[in-house]
Each structure stands twice: as C-alpha cells, then as structure tokens.
C-alpha cells in the first residue's frame, strides 16, 4: 500500500523559509515523478512544482524563484525548500505523483505566514 507522509510545516512570518519533506513507501518511488501541490482555504489545489525521475524541475509562476523542489531517493523523499514566504502562500500542502492519483492523498502539512 503507497503511503506518503508529509512534514515540516508550520507558522513563520513573511520572508522566512520552510522546508517540507516528504516520505514515500510501497511505491517505485525512484521510478516515479513527483510533484508538490497546495490547497487554499476557499480554493482549489494546484500544482505547485514538479520533479521528474531525471531531477528535472517545473514550477508555477507564483513562486518561481522561491521554491526549490528536489528528491532524494536513497530516502524516497521528496523536498520542497520555500523561501521569501509569502502570505499567499498559506494552503495545506501535499506531495503526489505526476499526475496524481487520489488514493495516494496523504494528511499534507500546514503553512501559515503572517504578515
């Protein structure tokens, strides 16, 4: 059973830095492209950045250049490092495949930033 388990969420105020990780079992996880994605209160989740089998990244235009996704698959995680934090960035923020797939939803992580 694929379970994904994300951490290092938390409260930090405009401009600081978080950095998420994200650990996958029961899966071909260095076989597989992963991908953050954040749900807003009131919105719908969106993909965030992306990183294929290669290490080869994408990101949407709103924090292009503030977040950096990376892998590490002795581990079978996968990290989003985000920096110059914003407040719209607060959402709840999972990891997934590339596409996603419902049944691999896990819990997310929770980022606020105050202003």
């Known amino acids: 059973q694929v379970r994904l388990v994300e951490s290092g969420g938390g409260l930090v105020q405009a401009g600081g830095s978080l950095r998420l990780s994200c650990a996958g079992s029961?899966?071909?996880?260095?076989?597989?492209?992963m991908g953050w994605y954040r749900q807003a209160p009131g919105k719908n989740r969106e993909l965030v950045a992306t990183?294929?089998?290669?290490?080869?990244?994408n990101y949407a235009d709103s924090v292009k250049g503030r977040f950096t996704i990376s892998r590490d698959n002795a581990k079978n995680t996968v990290y989003l490092q985000m920096n110059n934090l914003k407040p719209e960035d607060v959402a709840v923020y999972y990891c997934?495949?590339?596409?996603?797939?419902?049944?691999?939803w896990g819990q997310g992580a929770q980022v606020t930033v105050s202003s």
């Open positions: 029961g899966m071909f996880f260095r076989f597989t492209a």
């Open positions: 997934n495949k590339v596409p996603p797939l419902r049944d691999y």
């Open positions: 990183i294929t089998t290669g290490s080869s990244t």
